[in-house]
């Protein structure tokens, strides 16, 4: 399992993330088998979005629809640590759904994806899955 994603759109998700500071960015990830398609994002309306996130519920549901609706599939979700490891807080480990969706953490510099599953190594809820980029033709790049 891994997560392979574009250099030019890890570039723009962590722009977000840096744009976002001190608050947390948050996103929906589009995508199948692994690969990230696009993505969209949206507000955090958490309570304190400089140590938390939740997606704009609106935006969540809307986009779930239109996923069953035949539209982008939903492969996960992104969100920022601004000032943590890109690993999954404890917060994270609480609100996810082991519906082995990936969660992309990012912290303006750093990335790491993480699938969100039943009896995980991280709190019990997530496993560390490879993050992979490609460049513009296509070619895997060094970090
Ligand atoms: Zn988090």
Known sequence: ???????AMLVELQQLALDAAPAETCGILFG???KVSGYRAAQNVADDPSRHFEID?????ETERDSRNGG?????YYHSHPVGPVRPSITDAESAAPDHRIWLILNGRDAAAWRAVEDGEIYSRFDAIVLDCFG???QTVEE
Request: charged share 15%.
């Open 57 to 61: 519920p609106a935006i969540l549901i």
């Open 72 to 76: 982008k599939p939903i492969l996960g």
């Open 1 to 7: 399992m891994q997560l392979l994603i574009s250099s």
């Open 136 to 138: 513009a033709n296509g």
């Open 32 to 34: 199948e088998d692994g």
